[in-house]
């Protein structure tokens, strides 16, 4: 393990919250605190250092028995007095220290007068009102951890990005209407379009950072109000999903902005970087020794540790920072790529919009095609299709396209993938038509190895064209099915196959990661919307996100391609197929 200068403070800052805890010498703990800073601050790297045989009481607060210990860390990884001062205390009362408004004194109060060991039996003791009957607490105190604690409880809960980018957006213009916000940014996980999101980060500039938080938590939506500080406030909204707010001066903008979009990994990996050019860089921009010499904008941050900026998206330390240094980061797809739509439902099955109605809609939105992609007889609640009604539907789209213009039907299915991999629909009929998706909707639960069994098998079917959303997961009520993804794509490939990047926000499904592996191995992936009404078909701009977080590239995305483009690679599949299974018995 490599140790770094922030490794090192953040242990002697732990040393000092578990001595003051335990209530030794303010001296003793002062001493680490300052350790720690100052380490953290140095803008010389401690393990070069001692590589160079540096002496490293030249930093400031460090003495002989700091250095020592500086130097065990990094030769061991680990700090036996940090052990020993942990084994000494439940390692729940440490997590108490994260309470906004506990420190370590208070915490010791808490374990000591009390018992309270863990953040379950301080909740327990605020809702008994308990707790302000010590001393230096009070009734405010207490309802401010009560609230504090009900959020973070709930914390593990994630929420799809549609629904929190859209309370976002609605508590972003509220804020701009104050004439004291200069800019204000969605930051966090939000800003990088992660699939699910934890809580919102924003980000305002402003000189009148009072105004801005005042008017923060005056916001309807808010329901608790968590913590409150001079520069910064965190609410709960109503239904739960939490708020943290940030005002900085407009100078440090690009830095904080940076900092606070993460994600962590990143930020990490940025630091380290800059650590190797003798600069600090943080949330308030990057310094060389006292000097800041970037961070009003995050070209600069990313410019003074020598990279082009890094897409949100990508800030995953995943390899962009790499990527970045060698000029190769991939140009992401937009939306304004996409050329048309694969996979939609009409009123044949369990859409709520004719064809006709479909096609229109999808032309609106700047696409030149639009596959019909119906349920199969199968799925009985969504009066799937059987081959009689197929064929009805088939002769339908090509009356339509014959009579519209500027948009084309495709004829397509998404066919049930039975337990077993068989498809609900003869091939004869399948063979007809321009793509085949294929889908589960079934024994999701299968052990990895026969699911993947069912799904290589469905793939190896001579009109099979697309597999829909393979892990079948619903964000927040269904855990995805276990597959190996990289045998399905191998299969894939083989095959000359599609993965769909089902684009609904519930399901985003391929992964992130996973739209990487298809791109890896040269499997293209297709961001369908899987609309089921006109204005589903929207969806499209949440696969998009998706998409580029996996990396994704116009040439990597199937409906980036025209529709002159995309028959051949639909037909060529289909063609050797059909060949295929007119030559097999
Ligand atoms: P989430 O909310 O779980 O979906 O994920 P994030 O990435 O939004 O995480 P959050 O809200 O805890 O923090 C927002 C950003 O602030 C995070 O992406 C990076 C930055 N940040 C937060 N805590 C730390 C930290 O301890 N160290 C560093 N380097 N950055 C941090
Ligand atoms: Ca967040
Ligand atoms: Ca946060």
Redesign the pocket.
């Known amino acids: 393990m490599l140790i770094h200068n922030a490794d090192i403070a953040e242990i002697f800052n732990e040393i000092a919250d578990l001595l003051e805890i335990q209530g030794e010498n303010p001296f003793r703990v002062r001493a680490y605190r300052n350790a720690a800073r100052s380490v953290s601050e140095s803008s010389k790297n401690v393990r070069t250092m001692i590589a160079e045989g540096a002496d490293l009481k030249t930093i400031p607060a460090i003495g002989d028995d700091l250095a020592l210990k500086i130097r065990e860390i990094v030769a061991t990884g680990s700090c036996p007095l940090l052990a020993s001062l942990r084994a000494q205390l439940p390692s729940a009362v440490v997590a108490l220290l994260r309470v906004p408004g506990l420190g370590p004194k208070r915490v010791r109060q808490l374990y000591e007068q009390l018992h309270v060991q863990s953040l379950e039996q301080l909740e327990q003791a605020a809702a008994e009102g308990r707790i302000h009957t010590l001393r230096g607490f009070g009734p405010l105190t207490e309802a401010h951890i009560l609230a504090n604690l009900r959020g973070r409880l709930d914390k593990s809960h994630?929420y799809q990005f549609a629904q929190a980018s859209q309370r976002a957006e609605a508590l972003l213009v509220w804020l701009a209407a104050l004439p004291d916000v200069e800019r204000v940014e969605a930051?966090?996980?939000?800003r990088?379009l992660?699939d699910?999101?934890?809580?919102i980060?924003i980000l305002v500039t402003s000189r009148e950072p009072a105004a801005v938080t005042q008017r923060f938590v005056a916001y309807d939506d808010v329901s608790a109000v968590l913590a409150r500080g001079p520069t910064r406030a965190s609410v709960a909204l109503r239904g739960g999903l939490q708020v943290?707010l940030r005002v900085v001066e407009p100078e440090c903008y690009g830095a904080a902005l940076t900092?606070?979009?993460?994600?962590?990994a990143h930020?990490?990996a940025l630091?380290r970087l800059g650590q190797e050019l003798g600069l600090k860089v943080n949330e308030y921009g990057v310094f060389r020794g006292k000097t800041c010499i970037a961070g009003e904008t995050e070209e600069s941050v990313y410019a003074s540790v020598g990279l082009p900026w890094i897409a949100p998206e990508l800030r995953e330390d995943r390899g962009e920072i790499e990527a970045a240094r060698v000029a190769a980061l991939p140009t992401l797809v937009t939306r304004s790529d996409l050329r048309g739509d694969l996979h939609t439902h009409t009123l044949a099955s369990d859409g709520r919009a004719s064809l006709c109605e479909m096609a229109l809609a999808a032309r609106e939105r700047g696409l030149s095609y639009l596959a019909v992609t119906d349920h199969s007889k199968r799925l009985a609640m969504t009066h799937g299709l059987d081959a009689t009604r197929l064929a009805a539907q088939i002769g339908e789209i090509d009356q339509l396209n014959a009579q519209l213009t500027g948009i084309t039907l495709l004829k397509g299915i998404e066919v049930d993938i039975l337990e077993d991999g068989r498809l609900d629909l003869p091939n004869a009929v399948l063979a007809r038509l321009d793509l085949v998706i294929g889908a589960i909707h079934s024994h999701f639960d299968l052990p990895r190895e026969r699911q993947t069994e069912r799904i290589l098998r469905a793939l190896d079917h001579p009109s099979m064209t697309m597999l829909a959303h393979p892990s079948g997961r619903l964000i927040g009520s269904r855990e995805p099915s276990d597959i190996d993804m990289l045998r399905v794509i191998r299969k894939a490939r083989e095959r000359g196959c599609f993965l769909e990047l089902n684009a609904q926000p519930e399901r985003l499904d391929l992964t992130d990661t996973v739209c990487r592996m298809a791109k890896d191995h040269g499997v293209l992936v297709s961001i369908n919307s899987d609309a089921h009404s006109v204005a589903q078909l929207d969806n499209l701009r949440y696969g998009v996100n998706q998409a580029r977080r996996g990396w994704l590239e116009k040439a990597d995305v199937l409906n980036a391609r025209s529709l002159a483009q995309l028959r051949p690679l639909l037909a060529r599949t289909m063609r050797s197929r059909v060949r295929e299974a007119s030559e097999s018995p």
């Open positions: 994630r930051a966090g996980s939000l990088r992660r699910t999101v934890g809580d980060d943290d900092y606070f979009t993460g994600s962590k930020n990490v630091r």
